[in-house]
């Protein structure tokens, strides 16, 4: 089992950054990789971002290229999503998600954390 939490969302302006953190614990050592996710209201969740635990290697929506940075730091378990120059269709309720291989599903899931991007 492994459990996830994310943190680090609010209210902030159009142009304006934040940055989220999921906090892993549990059985993290079988973590392949994990994702971003975000669901905005009356609109099904969709992928935002996502980093390989082991390798770094990272992937983007390209909604978010350029705006967002997935990383993570495998000594205290996180993987941060730094999001810039947000803009109000990125508000939404952020989730963090892990899966343990290549070709699963994301099995894990945090709460969520809500971003509201005002313009």
């Known amino acids: 089992q492994v459990q996830l939490e994310e943190s680090g969302g609010g209210l902030v302006q159009a142009g304006g950054s934040l940055r989220l953190s999921c906090a892993a614990s549990?059985?993290?050592?079988?973590?392949?990789?994990v994702g971003w996710f975000r669901q905005a209201p009356e609109k099904e969740r969709e992928f935002v971002a996502s980093i390989v635990w082991s390798s770094g290697s990272t992937s983007y929506a390209d909604s978010v290229k350029g705006r967002f940075t997935i990383s993570r730091d495998n000594a205290k378990n996180t993987v941060n999503l730094q999001m810039n120059s947000l803009k109000p269709e990125d508000t939404a309720v952020y989730y963090c998600a892990s899966k343990r291989t290549v070709l699963s599903n994301y099995e894990y899931w945090g709460q969520g954390t809500q971003v509201t991007v005002s313009s």
């Open positions: 549990g059985q993290t050592f079988s973590t392949y990789r």
